[in-house]
């Protein structure tokens, strides 16, 4: 019997591998890890223009109709999550590509979303970077929660979890979004802005939890940031676009704000030039907010499910229109 040929994209740890039994596909599936992220499409059609299966790590890779056209053998994409922007499924479909999904856990990127807050409002980086460097014992004056005004961007799914842990540290909590009544508000103890300006100019940490989308898309601008408290901070763990970033870089060296920290960036990785890098009072990371265990042991051991789904013609958590034979 002839193998199919599976890869995983942007197993940038290495560790898709290890997070799922595999071997429940291996006498029909022959599967690679790729750690490595591609830059271009002509990379990716020569790494892996051999493969019938891609299983892809959240949006690090995109597909446009472009990249399905480069890839003739390609038959089952998988995501982790339910929903990937940078996949065109429509494209998908002309192609014969089934596009599946994974489950994701909402709680990794809330998690993520504190150690920002927390990250900034004590100066965490700084502070630690002197002990490890022998260099001044306390040189900064943390900024308080307690009390405060935590102003949300978004009380969706993850912004209402956002809004909880603000209350168990005292802080007053308000939301706006362009969808948001006073009944959902309610539910979760908090109080409505009545309009995007009224929540910049009255929060203390703003933090972003909408979905990108044309009514989203740099939402936040310049005139927005001049908005904020000279004294506030802003948080993006959503998308990086939903936050225009030359904006964001000028209210870091202008001071329109005291600090900003995000994990989520218009090209990623982010390049070594780009001037986040150096902008002062900005917390960045690696757009971890999804990558913990226990999401990586989800995504992988269903993306396992979903091939074994698609090889029996049952495919599972479908996303696109599908053909139903498998790739034979």
């Not at 499409?41 to 223009?49: F, H, L, M, R, T």
């Not at 900024?143 to 935590?150: I, V």
């Not at 308000?174 to 109080?191: F, K, P």
């Not at 802003?234 to 060296?253: C, E, G, W, Y």
Request: charged share 20%.
């Amino acid at each position: 019997m002839t193998l199919l040929h599976c890869a995983v994209l942007d197993d940038y740890q290495g560790v898709a591998l290890a997070m799922a039994d595999w071997s429940a596909l291996a006498r029909e599936v022959e599967v690679r890890s790729v750690q490595s992220h591609f830059t271009s499409e002509d990379e990716v059609a020569e790494a892996v223009g051999d493969c019938e299966i891609l299983v892809a790590m959240r949006e690090r890779t995109p597909f446009p109709e472009s990249l399905f056209a480069r890839l003739p053998r390609l038959k089952l994409l998988i995501t982790s999550g339910m929903r990937n922007a940078s996949i065109d499924l429509e494209a998908a479909a002309r192609h014969g590509v089934t596009v599946c999904g994974t489950a994701s856990n909402s709680e990794p990127p809330v998690e993520l979303t504190w150690a920002l807050i927390l990250g900034l409002a004590r100066h965490v980086v700084r502070e630690g970077s002197a002990f490890h460097q022998n260099g001044p014992w306390q040189s900064t004056v943390g900024a308080d929660l307690h009390g405060r005004r935590l102003a949300l961007v978004g009380l969706g799914k993850i912004g209402a979890k956002v809004a909880r842990v603000g209350q168990a540290f005292g802080m007053e909590v308000i939301a706006w979004s362009q969808n948001l009544d006073d009944e959902r508000a309610a539910e979760h103890g908090v109080v409505r802005a009545h309009s995007l300006g009224e929540l910049l100019e009255a929060g203390d940490f703003v933090s972003v939890h909408l979905q990108l989308s044309d009514r989203t898309r740099g939402l936040i601008g310049a005139s927005e940031l001049k908005r904020m408290r000279r004294t506030a901070y802003l948080v993006n763990t959503s998308r990086a676009a939903i936050v225009d970033q030359a904006a964001l870089v000028q209210a870091l060296h202008d001071g329109w704000i005291a600090g900003a920290g995000s994990d989520v960036f218009e090209t990623e990785p982010l390049s070594a030039d780009d001037p986040l890098r150096t902008a002062p009072n900005f917390l960045g990371l690696p757009h971890l907010g999804y990558v913990t265990r226990r999401n990586y042991e989800g995504y992988f051991q269903q993306a396992v499910e979903d091939i074994a789904a698609y090889l029996a013609g049952r495919p599972e958590r479908t996303l696109s229109a599908r053909p139903a034979q498998p790739p034979r």
